[in-house]
């Protein structure tokens, strides 16, 4: 099932609110016997959450072995320092490390895609991390102290890091609609709208229609000079592609008009602006795209652009966790829909392919 | 809880460090300095919440009032984002709007002390001198 799009669950697939259950149903139990310390209901929340994600990856035994052992190794060190066990920070920080290293490999390895539960657990695990490598109440040893602070900042920042580049690259395991949509993902902020998973021959033909459109609508805009005469500008440069969008088209126009889409996207070659398709938009935020072929072409938009107040511009992209550049707002994008009539490996309507698209600019 | 206090303005000042990355790819990419003006803003004010915290260890007493405002001002931008723009997912909601709040309620309501990681394992009365110890360097009028 696909993740809620909006409100407070948003972009939590059905698989993960397990986690986020059976974490608060631990932090009640805690507060129930007495666990009051910061470090205790950190370490109950992360348990809970390893072991509410077991059932939801039961197609992936070792992973919910893990999830699970993961738990109990945690409410282990909770119960030997409830029992007087010296040497539980210790055990604790090297658990806490260990787990936030393994989550870093499987989203380099792109097993998972991150999701609000993981960078939630994340944030819960760093904390709890630092404050373990803190020294013991009423230490002198300031080199300790500031070294730990270090660490925190540090690892936050490398955690951090890598939850944004996971989502920006996805992965093959991302619990939604992702799983029938061919070389299309969601991540932080692209949200795909659902669609269903098997497709009509006649949404497949209304698909092959749409690019063949497209490709004549648009080809008189291979130069891109007169892209720029008709009204389109550059925006959104980030990565190999840069968008050239009509503000007039995307606001007033008509959503699926081949002659007229809202945005234009070109590669910056060596030898000029390569046209390499074409971008269509809904007018409204919220409003969804008329179904075309079903999972072939599925929707999507962005909650992660970040506009300056002053200006109007595109300041970056909101981090993993919802923060924009001051002075910044994040907003929705209304729903979109890309057609490259370039060779993407892709295909017409699949993500662009980063690397194609970098050889192509730097060729 | 002032070494929850500490660790909690120390991930706070790694996530914003982070923003800074966005205007400085735009900057990157798009040779603006405008974008270059505004990563080198957000940088430098991500490093806000570390002085906070260094300056609390230390017992500053500056370092309250700054975290003070700092608290303030993002926790009124993270409420209208919630409001107006309805950025209400969980963890922009957590980010944005309760680390500040938390923040701000332990600057208001916490007692300066000597930084640990387990307090409540101080003896009672280890605990109160620190308290005592630490008003007496950052608040001359107490």
Redesign the interface.
Known sequence: MAPSSAGLLAGIPLQHLGGLAVAAVFLVAGWLLRVRDPVGLLLLATAGVHLGLAPGHASEPVLAALFVANAGAYLAVLGLRNVGWRRWRLAAGALLTATILAYLVVLAARREAPDPVGTLDKLIELTALGLVMLPRAGSRRRLRRVAASGATVVLTAVTGSALWLGGAVGAGHAHGVADCTPNHHGGFGAVLRPAPCAVTPEQQAAAQRLVEETRAGIAPYQDVRLALAAGYRPTAPFGPAVHYTNQRVADHGSPLDPRHPAALVYANTRHGAVLLGAMYQMPKVGQPGPDIGGAITPWHYHTNVCISLPGLFISGLSTPFGACPPGSVRITSADQLHVWTAPNPNGPFGDLDDAWARRLASS | ?S??R???L??Q???????????L??AL??RSP??LL??L??GA?ACVP?AV??GL?AGRGWARTLGFWYELILLLSGV??LV?????????????VGLPLGLLWMLLHEPHK?????????PRW?LEAGDRGGRRRTDPGG
Request: aromatic residues 0%; proline residues 2%.
């Open positions: 809880v070494a929850l500490h660790v909690l120390l991930v000042a790694a996530t914003a460090g982070l923003v800074a990355l966005g205007p790819l735009l990419a798009e405008a974008a505004l990563a803003v957000t004010l570390l915290a260094g260890a209208a984002n107006v723009l309805s950025n209400g997912d969980l963890v922009s909601l957590l980010c944005t000597e930084l640990t990681a387990d307090s409540q394992e101080l280890r």
